[in-house]
């Protein structure tokens, strides 16, 4: 489970291993591991295993026999779909979301989905409803959210990748926090279908271990689907093509100073930043400080972007009430931070939330803006360690402080969702604390390609993907 995708595809290619005994293996980790650390929603061994046993020697898919999990926000046939909330444990999907359907369509054989804050609202995996996500390299600690037990589950060897996706953070924070690479793509670039339309935050991808495979995976997911209503522009070429072409020359710019005021930046998440700089530097690149323009505006940027973030996860919690049977949430249905979310955002009205868009339409044109004259930005990927258990109340009497304070531990990564531009969290180094230590590079506006090509080349100057946490 700690060979690259690519690597196990190859084995059950030519024979060497069967699917199903590959399948077998991650099951089998599966068993060992999970009662410790709380990865899954639900395993489906059965169905996983017929799958993989169909799976014959000479498959042409590029990863046919590979073992993978979904985080459990997206819809897997006949599989429950409950968004980490108590409210949605009975509820089975009857269909495949579309990103889903591109991983079968590419071989892959899902194992089973994966645990997510309720309503995927928190950089923390500790659903009331199916208790906490843990931290492979220490269980005592967050693997972050929202796509945390993803983060645990390919950090431990439970499985070799997973799914997630990334509405403030959510895919770079687990990367951080477990020592992965983790993407947010460029806005778009991955279809929502069938569930939503066009979303102005979320975007699907995955947990793995090298940029290569992230690239490659960005390949099967990325794209159209009939009836989208915004799409980002297909690339030049294969962007596992772009990732393996090492870039010369770059201009980098590079920030420690957190868009949310009040975030404290640990010492050793600002030396990363260093220290990746002094990377890139040795690597030719022309690297320099970057004032950012975030530091205009102060807690009203804050507060208005948790309510634009709010009326997203309203609009979540709208549609999973309805599905129950029910017009809207209903108190004592959802987590009391969750209730105190919709019960903040009930209340912005349409017009209301239209000023808020357009607000951050124009604070983000400007900051797209201030970066067009860099190839990249290296931020902190965190702003502390990975959190101890329990850091983070969602049952503490003021349920939006919570949601507020949440935003202390990772101030970098959700204004990236709000610019739109592609961000990645590498595993660059180890903290003296013995856990990842990782940093945040973003790119330029749909332009994935020159991003993963640096960060393949950090990578490959400071390899952290040889490293394992004790437990697995």
């Known amino acids: 489970m700690f060979r690259s995708a690519a690597e196990l595809a190859a084995l059950v290619r030519t024979g060497e291993l069967s699917a199903r005994e590959l399948v077998?293996?991650?099951?089998?980790?599966?068993?060992?591991?999970?009662?410790?650390?709380?990865?899954?929603?639900?395993?489906?061994?059965?169905?996983?295993?017929a799958t993989a046993a169909a799976i014959a020697p000479g498959?042409?898919?590029?990863?046919?026999?590979?073992?993978?999990?979904?985080?459990?926000?997206?819809?897997?046939?006949?599989?429950?779909?409950?968004?980490?909330?108590?409210?949605?444990?009975?509820?089975?999907?009857?269909?495949?979301?579309?990103?889903?359907?591109r991983l079968r369509d590419a071989g892959f054989v899902i194992v089973g989905t994966t645990k997510l804050p309720e309503y995927g609202i928190l950089p923390v995996t500790e659903?009331?409803?199916?208790?906490?996500?843990?931290?492979?390299?220490?269980?005592?600690?967050?693997p972050g959210g929202s796509s945390g037990g993803s983060g645990a589950a390919v950090a431990s060897g439970m499985v070799p990748i997973a799914h997630g996706n990334d509405g403030g953070g959510s895919l770079r924070i687990p990367a951080a926090c477990c020592g992965l690479v983790g993407l947010k793509a460029q806005r778009h670039r991955v279809s929502t279908a069938p569930d939503l339309g066009a979303s102005p935050l979320v975007i699907d991808g995955v947990l793995t271990r090298t940029v290569a495979e992230t690239a490659s995976l960005l390949d099967i997911l990325a794209g159209y689907v009939s009836g989208d209503s915004s799409w980002a522009p297909p690339p030049r070429e294969p962007f596992a093509q772009s990732a393996a072409r090492a870039p010369a020359g770059l201009r980098i710019a590079h920030t420690t100073v957190p868009p949310m005021p009040g975030a404290d930046v640990d010492p050793i998440c600002a030396e990363a930043v260093t220290r990746a700089c002094a990377l890139a530097e040795s690597l030719g690149h022309r690297v320099e400080?970057?004032?950012?323009?975030?530091?205009?505006?102060?807690?009203?940027?804050?507060?208005?972007?948790?309510?634009?973030?709010?009326?997203?996860?309203?609009?979540?919690?709208?549609?999973?009430?309805?599905?129950?049977?029910?017009?809207?949430?209903?108190?004592?249905?959802?987590?009391?931070?969750?209730?105190?979310?919709?019960?903040?955002?009930r209340r912005i009205d349409a017009v209301a939330y239209q000023v808020l868009q357009a607000e951050w339409q124009l604070r983000m044109r400007w900051l797209v803006l201030s970066l067009e004259p860099y190839d990249a930005l290296i931020t902190p990927a965190l702003a502390q360690r990975p959190l101890p258990l329990g850091s983070l109340d969602t049952s503490a009497p003021d349920g939006f402080a919570t949601f507020r304070r949440s935003g202390l531990f990772t101030p970098f990564t959700s204004i990236f969702n709000m610019s739109g531009h592609p961000a990645v969290s590498l595993p660059l180094f180890e903290g003296e604390d013995g856990l990842p230590l990782g940093v945040q590079v973003v790119g330029r506006?749909?332009?994935?390609?020159?991003?993963?090509?640096?960060?393949?080349?950090?990578?490959?100057?400071?390899?952290?993907?040889?490293?394992?946490?004790?437990?697995?």
């Open 59 to 101: 498959d042409p898919r590029p990863f046919a026999g590979v073992p993978i999990a979904i985080k459990n926000n997206r819809a897997v046939e006949d599989l429950r779909l409950t968004h980490g909330s108590g409210l949605l444990r009975e509820q089975v999907a009857s269909y495949d979301h579309s990103s889903v359907t």
């Open 127 to 142: 659903p009331l409803a199916y208790g906490p996500a843990r931290n492979p390299w220490d269980p005592q600690r967050t």
């Open 24 to 49: 077998g293996h991650s099951l089998e980790r599966i068993e060992s591991l999970d009662p410790e650390l709380g990865a899954f929603v639900e395993v489906d061994a059965e169905r996983a295993l």
């Open 289 to 345: 400080e970057f004032d950012p323009p975030w530091q205009d505006g102060g807690q009203q940027m804050v507060d208005s972007f948790l309510d634009y973030f709010g009326v997203q996860v309203g609009v979540g919690m709208r549609f999973a009430a309805m599905s129950v049977g029910h017009d809207e949430p209903l108190e004592g249905e959802v987590e009391p931070m969750s209730w105190a979310i919709w019960e903040r955002v």
């Open 445 to 472: 506006p749909a332009e994935e390609g020159a991003l993963l090509a640096l960060a393949a080349q950090l990578e490959q100057a400071a390899p952290a993907a040889t490293r394992r946490p004790r437990i697995s």
